[in-house]
């Protein structure tokens, strides 16, 4: 069949999906000077930083932060882990650093929760302000396109930086996960494992 891509080629499709540093510069610059001047642009900066922070940070399919309540993190041995039900029901567990926990308080402060989650907390994580309710997967998904088309601002003399800003999408940020843990010498063994591979 003609889905079956050889390798190289789909080596290459995640390479050309994969942002430069100026490109992942851009996208974290974006996150930062969002608008906050009123609470309805507060809320959806500090959403969204959440939102990105449990993407990059843990490697998550975007499926999987909208499903998942805040029980799933849990402390053990003074460590927080995520855990995280994959394809086929396997349940896995990431490590959470430090730098996502700060997210965490962050946004739960900011929906009038205590800083750190506890396992009877099966509410969602993403849910609207006002009405309390989830957030459905379009709506996260477009939050995370808007980033990318926003970036792309930043390159105005470069065409092809530009349109390939304008396609990220969410799955790109397990792409990256991957390739920044790479980066620091992280494993593959270990990158396989926190992502669930």
Request: no cysteine.
């Amino acid at each position: 069949n003609n889905f079956n891509l050889n390798s190289e080629d789909r080596k290459y499709q995640v390479w050309s999906r994969m942002l430069e540093s100026d490109e992942w510069q851009a996208i974290l610059d974006t996150l930062q000077n969002m608008p906050q001047d009123s609470l309805a642009e507060l809320d959806l900066k500090i959403r969204t930083q959440f939102l990105f922070a449990m993407l990059y940070l843990l490697g998550l399919r975007i499926h999987e932060v909208v499903n998942h309540s805040w029980s799933s993190f849990r402390l053990k041995d003074g460590k927080w882990w995520f855990f995280v039900k994959g394809k086929g029901e396997r349940l896995g567990h990431v490590p959470v650093n430090d730098q996502l926990l700060e997210y965490v308080k962050a946004y739960r402060r900011h929906l009038g929760k205590e800083e750190l989650p506890s396992l009877y907390e099966t509410e969602k994580m993403l849910v609207s302000i006002n009405t309390g309710k989830p957030y459905q997967l379009r709506i996260l998904y477009n939050m995370i396109k808007n980033t990318g088309v926003r970036a792309a601002h930043v390159f105005s003399d470069n065409p092809q930086k530009q349109e390939k800003l304008r396609r990220f999408s969410p799955h790109w940020l397990r792409h990256l996960a991957a390739s920044h843990q790479d980066k620091v010498g992280i494993s593959m063994n270990m990158i396989q494992e926190n992502l669930r591979h």
